[in-house]
């Protein structure tokens, strides 16, 4: 599988979760695109790519509506209701800066959620007074329900808006997101999902989960070339939906402000239906297999070999596990940073690791071009630093 990607294969990568890899047909399909676009640009980009722009549209549906279209049919979704943005901080953004937070309002996060968006919602808050509550999750060995009832429960009087992850960052937890979304429907709470890790890693139908907004990658785990993700929004929330970057689309509707925010490269978003083929061809369900059940192995292989304790329900664990490294490696960022470091120039393995609760974790990505031998390298290679 390794051969589909243009990864070095003298690394062992085990790292497809924080940026993704592109394979190559994706690529080369995006090239093919920039080279249509570089034939004649004023007309694709005026006139075929979106109906924001200045020109006569030429082409029906333009260009962004197609791609739209087939990336919402992907996600059980309507084309209308779905934009694309560059990347799952901009969706984020683009939803808190244009929800009418007032003073004294609160805004809810979890103290998983990933360190960017924590930044985004806290900015966006404080410039209307509202604040921030990040409530602390259980341990992950008492269930999904567990997730579900500590974060409905953090709800009080002020609470308006919610932020949560589908899949968790540093923790890779597949938290129970349709429970939460009924529970904060019920309370009279807007939800927002960051799926940043979810399309093509998990079976997802976006409308099904019931959240107001759901804002997802599809440059990590749905083969999408990067800069590629979506915003999708209920019929009832798309009005007053600004994207970050205002431009001509102000005032004409939802997909048309998100679909021209000024002249950019719009070959990440056309492209992103490819990798869609890419997954089909795989065939959905045996690469989501073959992922999922890499990363369960991987988890009780490393916390075998290192001796670390590791309990978890199989279903909150999608691509990625996280698992916790022997003690005696160290506990600081610092000390994340240089064996993160020493694993790559020594051993040639690239993996994510970061220190918690007092301890160093290591996150496995698994990818249809990761076997049981990579993550076996990198239990040898631990273990291996702690004698
Ligand atoms: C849960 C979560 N949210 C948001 C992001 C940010 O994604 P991006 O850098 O593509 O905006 C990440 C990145 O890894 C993430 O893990």
Request: aromatic letters at 6%; glycine letters at 8%; one cysteine or more.
């Amino acid at each position: 599988m390794l051969a589909h990607w243009l990864l070095d294969p003298t690394v062992t990568y085990l790292n497809h979760g924080t940026v993704g890899a592109s394979p190559r047909r994706v690529l080369a399909a995006q090239q093919r695109i920039r080279d249509e676009i570089e034939r004649q640009p004023s007309r694709f980009l005026l006139r075929e790519l979106s109906s924001t722009t200045v020109g006569m549209p030429r082409s029906s549906p333009p260009r962004l509506r197609a791609a739209a279209e087939l990336v919402a049919a992907f996600l059980g979704a309507r084309g209308e209701d779905l934009v694309f943005v560059d990347n799952a901080t901009t969706g984020i953004n683009a939803v808190v800066s244009s929800f009418d937070l007032r003073d004294g309002d609160e805004v809810l996060l979890t103290d998983h959620a990933y360190g960017a968006i924590r930044n985004a919602v806290s900015f966006h808050a404080a410039s209307r007074g509202a604040r921030v509550r990040a409530v602390e999750l259980p341990s992950p060995a008492r269930g999904p329900s567990a997730f579900t009832e500590t974060v409905l429960a953090a709800i009080g009087p002020r609470t308006r808006l919610a932020v949560v992850d589908h899949v968790t960052s540093e923790s890779a937890l597949v938290l129970p997101i349709a429970e939460i979304a009924a529970g904060c429907r019920a309370r009279g709470v807007a939800l927002a999902v960051d799926g940043a890790h979810a399309p093509g890693a998990l079976a997802l139908d976006v409308p099904s989960v019931g959240a107001d907004w759901y804002v997802g990658n599809l440059h990590k785990w749905a083969h999408a070339p990067r800069s590629s993700a979506f915003l999708w929004a209920g019929k009832e929330r798309q009005e007053g939906l600004h994207p970050p970057v205002i431009s001509w689309g102000l005032g004409k509707g939802f997909t048309a402000e998100f679909d021209w925010a000024g002249t950019k490269d719009p070959t990440p978003y056309l492209a992103a239906p490819e990798g869609i083929s890419f997954m089909r061809e795989l065939g959905l369900e045996a690469m989501r297999a073959h992922n999922h059940g890499l990363a369960w192995a991987a988890a009780s292989l490393l916390a075998e070999r290192w001796n670390t304790p590791y309990a978890l329900p199989e279903r909150m664990v999608g691509t990625m596990v996280t698992v916790p490294l022997p003690e005696r490696l160290g506990s600081s960022s610092e000390d994340a940073a240089r064996l993160r470091d020493a694993l790559l120039e020594q051993e040639r393995i690239e993996v994510q690791l970061h220190a918690s609760k007092g301890r160093l974790w290591v996150r496995v990505s698994a990818q249809a071009y990761n076997e049981i031998a990579d993550v076996e390298r990198l239990a040898a290679a631990v273990t291996a630093r702690t004698s």
